[in-house]
């Protein structure tokens, strides 16, 4: 039995981090899931979800994954009918925006939703509104970027991101010129890099219009005014967005269970990060403003200091796995496929982060029965609960509603993973330059080692807003990890945190951060982890 006045002393600091986390941590009640009645896949998806009882029409006895979120029917709206894939900018407005608005400020929900989760079968990519399929077409000389992008003009982007700037106008002006509207290239997102919850930020400014000042290629429109008026976009400002989407409901169903249990063992599940020595994750020519460093060699070092992932077992090899070289022997593979020989770095660990340059890799393997791997290698591996996907690769989510792949750029597609067992992605709808794909940086930080929901994990890992990126899976789910789980029940209750001091008092602590001793960190790592996971525990019913 513990100590009991260390007992009372642990509650007392129990109660002090579930009191913060409770303010602090996103939950279903502020959730908002949107779909179409008229979309048999948008209402099984949403069903599944929200539960029967908030979404009719469908089979009547689900339960629901997160019964406590709200909903929002575009059928009941009065909106006419989207189909999936591409959808013009005009379209976006009438059918998606406004009558999204309309919802939130009918239903007093403005400020209290913190979170927009799109369903399978709605579109997710705007046209650009003067050449629809611009962002299909990066130019074929090296070195040639969009036409429209050099011409700040690129009005492209995916529904999703251009829907966490709901309330703002963002194609005023938009007459096909240089810059003429804030719908012209990216703007900066003030969530970036962040290590907060969205909930610490106020939102009661988000429906202000903002100003922003337009420089460089693009343009890329930056903040401008002070940080927390009503004309700045500040951290609160965004709706976070993200899709539940794959090749078939029964993969976003699958993908949905595994979400509820992410529960990483950080002694045998891998980090993959797989360069070619080419730095596409280092390159910062065309948006200097979202250069965040060389992320996969940042990332590698993260995880390494961090020390909760077991730098040295197996070993060989480690499982934070990092190369950079080039040819088709040094790009990561799993068992579940055939090879060719000679071709693909094998590992046979469970993946819980996939960062590679895919079908940008100098030197794709081949498959043992013929024909590249570029666009099922993601199938090779296995994967624990909670894996995620983070590609360098420019259509990684164009093929969902079934628009296919580029005849010119076969790629590995983020639905395709999560058909093979993923749970959580991010990747691009159109063509984004690599100055501004997700960074893996924050993913690991935040998500893997970190006690960030999903969605904020996400977005924090990606630097441009009204651009070209969306995030997939459930946007409420924490990560928690062997380290902090000190009753190794596969559970991060209050009970670890106290198991954590009975041990300290018989000087028999968990060292959780492989440092060589248990101290402070460690107990402010299982403390941590224990009031978030606390708070994501409980579910809100209306």
């Known amino acids: 039995m513990p100590n009991r006045s260390i007992g009372r002393l642990v509650a007392g600091v129990i109660a002090l981090y579930a009191g913060a986390a409770a303010r602090a941590q996103l939950s279903q009640d502020q959730v908002l899931v949107v779909y179409d009645s008229r979309i048999p896949d948008s209402r099984a998806v949403a069903e599944h979800y929200a539960g029967s009882r908030k979404v009719p029409g469908g089979s009547g006895n689900q339960p629901g994954v997160r019964p406590g979120v709200w909903v929002c029917d575009l059928a009941a709206t009065g909106a006419s009918a989207t189909a999936p894939g591409n959808i013009a900018y005009a379209d976006f407005v009438t059918r998606m925006r406004d009558p999204l608005r309309a919802f939130l400020a009918g239903s007093q929900l403005t400020t209290r939703v913190r979170c927009i989760v799109l ?5 997710h990519r705007v046209q650009d509104t003067d050449n629809p399929n611009n962002g299909d077409l990066p130019g074929n000389q090296p070195g040639q970027f969009i036409p429209e992008l050099l011409a700040n003009d690129a009005t492209e982007a995916s529904v999703d991101v251009e829907l966490m700037l709901l309330w703002q106008n963002l194609n005023a002006g938009e007459a096909g010129n240089s810059s003429d509207s804030k719908a012209d290239g990216l703007i900066v997102n003030p969530y970036w890099r962040n290590a907060r919850s969205i909930n610490t930020y106020t939102n009661q400014h988000i429906t202000s219009a903002k100003t ?3 420089n460089g290629v693009g343009p890329t429109w930056t903040l401008t005014g002070t940080a927390g008026s009503p004309a700045r976009l500040n951290q609160g400002d965004i709706y976070l967005v993200s899709r539940l989407d794959g090749d078939t409901v029964a993969d976003v169903q699958a993908a949905l269970a595994r979400a509820q249990q992410v529960h990483v063992n950080t002694n045998t599940a891998a980090v993959l990060l797989d360069e070619d ?3 596409l994750d280092n390159i910062d020519d065309v948006f200097p403003a979202l250069y965040a460093g060389d992320d996969y060699e940042q990332t590698q070092t993260a995880l390494v200091n961090d020390r909760r992932f077991s730098f040295a077992f197996p070993s060989p090899p480690a499982n934070v796995r990092y190369d950079n ?3 088709a022997a040094n790009f990561f593979v799993g ?10 770095n094998l590992v046979t660990s469970p993946v819980i982060l996939l960062a590679t340059y895919g079908a940008n890799h100098a030197g794709v393997p081949t498959l043992a029965a013929g024909g590249s791997a ?3 290698y993601a199938a090779s591996f296995n994967y624990p609960n909670g894996a995620v996907f983070n590609t360098i690769e420019s259509y990684n989510c164009r093929d969902f509603g079934g628009l296919g792949q580029l005849g010119f750029a076969q790629q590995q597609q983020a639905a395709d993973f999560i058909g ?4 959580f992605a991010v990747g691009n709808v159109w063509e984004p330059l690599a100055d501004t794909v997700p960074d893996n940086l924050y993913l690991a930080q935040n998500f893997v080692l970190g006690n960030m929901s999903w969605a904020e994990a996400a977005w924090t890992s990606i630097p441009g807003l009204s651009w070209m990126q969306i995030a997939l899976g459930d946007p409420v789910t924490r990560a928690t990890r062997t380290n902090e789980d000190i009753d190794t029940n596969n559970r991060l209750t209050h009970d670890d945190a106290y198991a954590w001091e009975s041990l300290a008092s018989g000087a028999a602590a968990k060292d959780v951060n492989r440092s060589g001793a248990a101290d402070n960190a460690d107990r402010a790592l299982v403390l941590a982890s224990v009031r978030a996971a606390e708070r994501v525990n409980l579910t809100a019913f209306r």
Do not use: H, Y
């Open 420 to 423: 093979s067992g993923g749970t």
């Open 374 to 376: 570029a666009t099922v």
């Open 119 to 123: 369903t399978k079968g709605l579109p």
């Open 212 to 214: 922003f000042a337009g």
């Open 277 to 279: 020595g080419g730095d």
């Open 335 to 344: 068992p579940n496929l055939a090879f060719a020989p000679g071709n693909g």
């Open 325 to 327: 070289a080039s040819g």
